[in-house]
């Protein structure tokens, strides 16, 4: 098996892997997700404004990655720019990671840098779009590394990293880090039992200690948070959001089976190889096994059993919604125990003199295929966003004219508007960063069909409240529902010069300026700049 060394080589391979992934995200277009993506980055934006998580703004996952992105827009913008580059990073700083747990896992350099490409080119391109499961991914990947890498091993004091990296997964995203932290601690217990099995001399102080040390580091990042949030949303607030809505709303309302895909996701990824991409654990099982019963290969057997239970509990956490999309977000750690699978048998089967020719054909045989498969994700980008127009969140790509249309004439309502306070409904949550628009509800994600009646209480008190000027909202809403009830009692639809898809700005029935027609188009935005865009 090839040297798990690591060396100034792995160091330059692994820094020009993060260097690729940040160049190539970099270069293609930037669209702005409508739905998860603007959730997210529009917290960031209430967050960085000053309002406070839970209190302020409702979210059922914990803040790390909100509050880690507001902090990047404080020191570098508040745009699309600092967003994307800022995921680009973060996908380059996966790669790099993945590859230095393969290394660690005795993979050679050049399957260890297909794994790398494997992150990019199938799991990112799945979901191309800035998310909380991006950076839980990110945590994942660290505790891997963390794990394999065998630091803790003589030194039960190095295993309070792994802990700290397990508390940062649980602040990301709680139902994704308490699996990962909780598989962690599983990993250092299992260790032990195989120091009994394998007939080592077992020092029980050390490994309390060991368990001491990364229950301390999770307690370090989980209890100050925990508490700051106590005080500043209360208790009632936080229950609501991080227990009683994920498990009495969401998981009652949000279903699907394991490898559900879509048309996009069948272009864009390879969608059967995330299905059955857990099926490569057979191998790892199997390798331990043999390893452990045979009471051979104690390294070895300690590396498997993290790769083998992190990656267990990779499953079990995204179990709650296990689509395409949800599986490539844990993908990452099942690529490199394929890696491992493959390095052993050809390890096996190959003469010493053929094993280097034998992994560069693999490779090869793996990598120009996906090498291919990302420019063809970079054309299909360009075709998926062709206009590129600058908004208030900066220069974004957009499907086609008519997103244009609805940013550019929202811009126009509320720069003539007292504040610029406007209501989405339900979903375009995108216009509030694009158009510079502010939400007067807690709710990103707010559907009355969806969501629980107290906070369909709390939007509708909401809006009679603040007696918003303007709404955009969708025409093709369900009836009976009590928000489009109160728009139709209490607003019309605005005749606006440019089609804005299937949205429609609606303006209070009471305002003066709407009270009798005249011949101008009332809110009217002159038609060069309504249409003022330019192909990408």
């Not at 890498?149 to 990301?172: C, D, E, K, M, S």
């Not at 299905?275 to 104690?298: E, I, K």
């Not at 057997?301 to 267990?312: C, F, N, W, Y």
Request: proline share 5%; net charge positive.
């Amino acid at each position: 098996m090839s040297s798990t060394g690591w060396g100034a080589s792995d160091r330059v391979l692994a820094a020009l892997l993060f260097a690729g992934v940040v160049a190539y995200l970099c270069r293609v277009p930037w669209g702005l997700g409508a739905a998860d993506e603007s959730y997210f980055l529009y917290e960031a934006k209430r967050l960085r404004d000053g309002e406070v998580m839970y209190r302020d703004v409702f979210q059922f996952v914990t803040p790390l990655a909100s509050y880690a992105m507001a902090l990047l827009f404080w020191l570098f913008g508040t745009t699309i720019t600092t967003a994307h580059v800022a995921m680009a990073a973060l996908h380059g700083a996966t790669a790099a990671l993945l590859y230095a747990a393969s290394r660690r896992l005795g993979v050679r350099p050049v399957l260890s840098a297909v794994v790398a490409l494997a992150h990019l080119v199938v799991c990112q391109a799945a979901w191309p779009h800035a998310s909380w499961h991006w950076f839980s991914a990110l945590c994942a990947t660290a505790a891997l590394c963390a794990m394999v890498g065998g630091a803790w091993v003589g030194r039960p004091r190095r295993a309070f990293i792994p802990g700290v990296i397990g508390g940062i997964a649980i602040g990301v995203q709680q139902q994704k880090g308490i699996v990962l932290a909780g598989g962690m601690g599983l990993v250092l217990v299992v260790d032990g039992l195989l120091d009994l099995w394998y007939r080592e001399r077992v020092c029980w102080r050390a490994w309390a200690l060991r368990l001491a040390w990364f229950a301390g580091g999770v307690g370090l990042i989980v209890a100050p948070l925990l508490a700051v949030f106590l005080a500043l949303a209360g208790a009632e607030t936080m229950y609501d959001a991080l227990v009683r809505f994920p498990l009495d709303t969401y998981g009652a309302r949000f279903s699907t089976a394991w490898g559900t895909t879509t048309e996009f996701l069948d272009r864009s990824t390879y969608p059967v190889v995330l299905t059955y991409s857990p099926a490569v654990l057979a191998g790892s099982l199997a390798q331990w096994l043999w390893d452990v019963g045979r009471r051979q290969g104690r390294a070895l057997a300690r590396q498997l059993s993290a790769v083998i239970v992190l990656s267990g509990g990779a499953v079990l956490s995204a179990w709650y919604f296990p689509d395409v999309i949800h599986i490539a977000f844990i993908a990452g750690v099942f690529g490199v125990a394929a890696a491992q699978n493959v390095e052993r048998l050809l390890t096996a089967i190959c003469p010493a003199v053929l094993s280097r020719q034998a992994g560069l054909f693999v490779a090869v045989l793996i990598g120009f295929p996906l090498l291919s498969h990302l420019v063809s994700n970079a054309s299909h980008l360009r075709r998926t966003y062709p206009v590129s127009h600058e908004t208030a969140f900066g220069r974004v790509d957009f499907t086609g004219a008519w997103e244009v249309n609805l940013v550019d004439q929202t811009r126009a309502l509320l720069d003539r508007a007292p504040s610029r306070t406007l209501y989405s409904y339900p979903h375009y949550i995108s216009l509030y960063l694009t158009a510079d628009a502010r939400n007067p509800t807690r709710y990103q994600y707010f559907n009355a069909s969806m969501s629980p009646p107290h906070h369909t209480d709390d939007v509708l008190r909401t809006l009679r409240t603040e007696r918003l000027p303007y709404i955009i909202a969708l025409l093709l809403m369900p009836r009976g529902d009590p928000v489009v009830r109160y728009i139709k009692d209490n607003y019309r639809v605005l005749p606006l010069p440019a089609q804005m898809g299937w949205y429609k700005a609606y303006g209070r029935k009471d305002l003066e300026e709407w009270r009798e027609p005249s011949d101008a188009a009332p809110g009217a935005v002159p038609e060069a700049q309504a249409a003022g865009q330019a192909p990408r």
